[in-house]
Structures are given as C-alpha cells and as structure tokens.
C-alpha cells in the first residue's frame, strides 16, 4: 500500500493568508512551484501517493488565515494522509541570514527525524545551509494534523542567494525534499 504524503504549499494566492514577498516575488508562488514539483516526484514513485493542498496557483484555501489553516489541514486528515509536510520560505530584517529549517510539534518524534532528512536532501541539492529542526508547538498545522507534520521552510526569500535558487530553482528543493522522505523511509 502507497505512502500517502500531503504537501501543503503554505499561504494563499491572495489574502487571507498570503504570504512574505521580496524582490518582486511571492512566497505562495514559490511554495506552489516547489509543492507541484515534489508530488509529481512522488506520485512517479508506486511506493507513494500525493496530494497537494492547492491544485492550481489561484486555488485560495478559506476566507480568513484560521479557515485556511484548518482547511489544509482538515484535507489531509480526512484523506488519511501518513505524513503532512508544509512548504514556506522564510524572510528576516538580516540580509545575511541563510538556508533551510523545519518546524516539529515535539523532539524525538518521527515528525522530527523526517525534518532532518529533509534537511539533509535540500542542503545536498541546493549547497543552502541546514539551520536544524526546532519545536514549535504554536502552530496549527502541526498541533492539528492527526498524523506527523514537518513545517519546511526552505530558504530566506531576504538572501538573495537564497531567493535566486528559489525562485530559479524550485526543482532541487523539490529533489532535496523528496530525498529526505526516500531517506526516511529507508528507500534511497
């Protein structure tokens, strides 16, 4: 029986719930582009099925930033999905500030090492450094899910380094993602 990922590329087209922009760019449309690309590496694979939380770029998720999250959330437990992972870019007022980590609702928990081999895969394929995995149990994805939930937040949209590979190359985060779910479950 297939593996069943949902993706959920975090934030909204529009408001509610858009997302941090820089340099002319979007985070919702980075999210979109990577989320795509990772379910269709996934979906190639008979050893997993994947779902996507938006299913065009203008999908708009709930009318507020609560309804979009429980949205996303309500998708994937209703599916029964084995694994919900989270897709956003990060932004900070430190220009120099680089690279990639993940959010879990606790330590020691397959949540958490599933966000170190994610990680791990997109600091192989994209050079961006490995910031870690941090507990953060104020978010609503991962406190909701009712199945282990990794919030990726992939590069700093602020960097321009960072942003030039996420806006130019949302294959490799999409590689170094699907990389560490193989890793993961013992595939690669």
């Not at 959920?8 to 719930?17: E, S």
């Not at 450094?129 to 199945?147: D, H, I, W």
């Amino acid at each position: 029986m297939a593996i069943k990922i949902f993706i959920d590329q975090g934030h909204n087209p529009v408001n509610p719930n858009a997302g941090a922009e820089a340099g002319g760019f979007r985070e919702q449309d980075i999210n979109y582009e990577v989320g795509v690309r990772l379910a269709a590496l996934l979906n190639s694979n008979p050893n997993f099925e994947a779902r996507l939380s938006r299913n065009s770029p203008t999908e708009q998720l709930g009318t507020s930033t609560t309804t979009s999250l429980q949205a996303r959330v309500a998708a994937a437990n209703q599916w029964g999905a084995d694994f919900f992972i989270s897709l956003h870019c990060n932004i900070s007022e430190i220009l120099t500030a680089s690279g990639s980590e993940a959010y879990v609702y606790q330590a020691d928990s397959p949540a958490y090492y599933m966000g170190e081999r994610i990680l791990e895969g997109i600091n192989y394929y994209t050079g961006l450094p490995n910031r870690g995995v941090m507990v953060r149990t104020n978010l609503y994805v991962l406190r909701a899910t009712s199945m282990p939930a990794v919030l990726v937040e992939m590069g700093y949209m602020s960097n321009p380094i960072d942003l030039n590979l996420l806006v130019n190359d949302p294959q490799s985060f999409a590689r170094g993602i699907y990389s560490g779910i193989l890793t993961y479950y013992g595939l690669e």
